[in-house]
């Protein structure tokens, strides 16, 4: 089965979606015929640890998925501020803040609502790079670093 990796990196799938394609993957590794099941000896959630750390399999969690290709579309907004899709969507969304600092709007297109939700993933991992501090704000931006880095979410 192939995962719908493009459509999962332009637009949020839902819930129910995702539930279904993992039900299917789920499906399709314990099945043994159409209409026999195997005995999960394993459980879902072990089999999608990574495979170096955990002893799993590296299978992925979908909804995690969609929101890291979602985030990534948000960090080629914000680093490629010339290409067609970022100069467009500043000018509908955020045509006098940033990526970062923008709301939602009204009538958002479906795409733009996933950008958002990709968004609330990336703003967890940026720090602001001070510079000559005249765009940072102090006491709002992330700019110092823990001691420890923390490790990614689960």
């Not at 490629?80 to 709301?103: G, K, N, V």
Request: charged share 25%.
């Amino acid at each position: 089965m192939a995962l719908p990796v493009y459509a999962m990196s332009c637009f949020r799938l839902s819930k129910l979606l995702c539930k279904k394609l993992t039900s299917a993957m789920t499906e399709f590794w314990w099945s043994s015929c159409e209409n026999k099941r195997k005995i999960s000896w394993v459980a879902w959630q072990k089999l999608c640890k990574s495979k170096e750390d955990d002893g799993g399999l590296g299978f992925r969690d979908l909804g995690w998925f969609n929101q890291a290709l979602l985030a990534k579309q948000s960090f080629r907004i914000i680093h490629q501020p010339h290409t067609l899709l970022s100069r467009l969507l500043r000018s509908r969304y955020f045509p006098h803040s940033s990526m970062m600092e923008c709301s939602v709007g009204t009538r958002p297109s479906y795409a733009w609502r996933s950008i958002i939700h990709g968004r609330e993933l990336l703003s967890r991992g940026l720090l602001r790079t001070i510079g000559d501090g005249i765009h940072t704000k102090v006491w709002l931006d992330r700019w110092i670093m823990d001691e420890t880095p923390l490790p990614p979410l689960n």
